[in-house]
């Protein structure tokens, strides 16, 4: 651009020149004008330069500062275009990679904060850095514990967990709930950098859950093994107990008619069994719809009698209603059988009431005579029962429903005596 400029200024002083052959004093004339010129130029230059690097500067101050929306205009005529050219690219690629990072961040966050895996990260000075939102509900109702002491934590805590909390590496440990229940958890600790800093980085699962889930699969294939190894027996003895029937209906043989008729009696009951356990180890898939709880109880009081104590709560929750009756009947009858041990005037209560954020509670309780504590600890065990001609098998059946549904099925003696069942039902589909 300058020696376009320089050029035509030549080109006007020649064509000066001639002109003030004629007239000289128009020399002296052209000659300031053409310094003037030139000094204005390469001013403008000098401004120029000085504004480029003012940009240039300010962007990657800008940079330093991570603000990565600062471009610089480009000038194709001028020299420095393509170092602006670069420097815009560069930013524009800074910026996408903070987006790229902040949206890697958002995600993270909300995998943290929704995953039920205790998370917690505390740095060298025993300070809680990091916390999601499982953390929060087990160590302080909810509430944010960021930049607490850990020891503070600690004190609000079983000593029991608290020592647990302090091995190192992977354990699994037990301990027990506010009801009494046993819980186990799977502990990961390990040591984190973070920004140059040592950090411990705390990871706690209940596996609770897992290890029942576990427990009842292991069952199911006990109970599959088993019942197909007692209906290829079953089946041939059926058919020679029905052929021996006829037998003994030909020989006019009353005695050997009962033999075959007992014997045939109990084939069906063992065909009973086997179904009722086929029930557990094939059930449904929950067909979950609304409930409507009104309608229910009153089907299943025609059957069983109990006292709703507490209004229906006004929440929505979906579920198999056929399989929910299933288990209240189960339930009730159990109750009421309670009921009979004791000379007691027979009571039994339904409680239902909203559990936060999500979810229903329902309690059945009795005024028998309650559960012993090795009845409490067996109890949902298949093929435990303390009655002579139970199976085991309904209060097994009942946790796998519920269990089905996400939902918890729990027992625990009342204090004034009998029992009380507790389910639990997430009100979400």
């Given at each position: 651009m300058l020696w376009v400029a320089f050029i035509g200024q030549i080109a006007f002083f020649v064509s000066t020149y001639l002109y003030v052959n004629q007239h000289p004093w128009l020399l002296l004339i052209a000659g300031i004008s053409f310094n003037g010129v030139i000094g204005y130029m390469f001013h403008q230059r000098s401004k120029q330069i000085k504004n480029a690097d003012r940009s240039l500067e300010q962007g990657l101050l800008s940079l330093m500062?991570?603000?990565?929306?600062?471009?610089?205009?480009?000038?194709?005529?001028?020299?420095?275009?393509?170092?602006?050219?670069?420097?815009?690219?560069?930013?524009?690629?800074?910026?996408?990679?903070?987006?790229?990072?902040y949206q890697r961040e958002m995600l993270l966050d909300k995998v943290l904060n929704t995953s039920p895996v205790v998370t917690f990260l505390v740095d060298i000075n025993q300070k809680i850095i990091f916390a999601n939102r499982a953390a929060e509900l087990m160590f302080n109702d909810g509430n944010s514990i960021l930049g607490y002491s850990w020891s503070e934590v600690c004190t609000n805590l079983n000593s029991d967990f608290v020592q647990a909390l302090q091995q190192s590496g992977e354990s699994i440990f037990t301990l027990k709930n506010s009801?009494?229940?046993?819980?186990?958890?799977?502990?990961?600790?390990?040591?984190?950098?973070?920004?140059?800093?040592?950090?411990?980085?705390?990871?706690?699962?209940?596996i609770t859950n897992e290890l029942s889930r576990q427990e009842v699969q292991t069952w199911k294939k006990v109970i599959r093994v088993i019942s197909h190894e007692l209906n290829n027996s079953i089946a041939p003895i059926s058919s020679m107990c029905h052929s021996g029937q006829l037998l003994a209906q030909n020989l006019d043989e009353p005695r050997l008619d009962r033999v075959f008729s007992s014997i045939s009696r109990r084939i069906g009951h063992l065909n009973e069994f086997i179904k009722g356990y086929g029930a557990l180890s094939k059930l449904k898939i929950p067909d979950k719809r609304?409930?409507?709880?009104?309608?229910?109880?009153?089907?299943?009081?025609?059957?069983?009698?109990?006292?709703?104590?507490?209004d229906i709560p006004n929440v929505e929750v979906y579920a198999d209603e056929h399989q929910i009756e299933q288990v209240l009947i189960n339930i009730l009858k159990n109750a009421h059988e309670a009921q009979s041990e004791t000379d007691k005037v027979s009571q039994v209560t339904m409680a239902i009431s909203a559990v936060k954020p999500h979810g229903i509670s329902i309690e059945i309780s009795d005024t028998g005579l309650g559960m012993a504590p090795e009845v409490l600890e067996n109890a949902l065990l298949p093929f435990y029962s303390t009655k002579h001609a139970g199976t085991g098998l309904g209060l097994a059946l009942c946790r796998e429903i519920i269990e089905a549904h996400q939902g918890k099925l729990s027992f625990y003696n009342r204090k004034s005596g009998g029992l009380t069942v507790s389910i639990f039902l997430p009100s979400a589909l």
């Open positions: 500062d991570s603000d990565f929306s600062v471009s610089i205009p480009t000038d194709k005529e001028d020299n420095r275009g393509p170092i602006f050219e670069l420097f815009n690219q560069c930013a524009d690629k800074l910026r996408k990679e903070r987006q790229h990072l009801q009494g229940e046993e819980q186990a958890w799977h502990l990961a600790k390990s040591g984190v950098r973070i920004h140059q800093a040592n950090n411990t980085l705390y990871l706690l699962k209940s609304l409930v409507d709880w009104t309608t229910l109880f009153d089907q299943i009081g025609a059957l069983y009698r109990f006292d709703l104590i507490t």
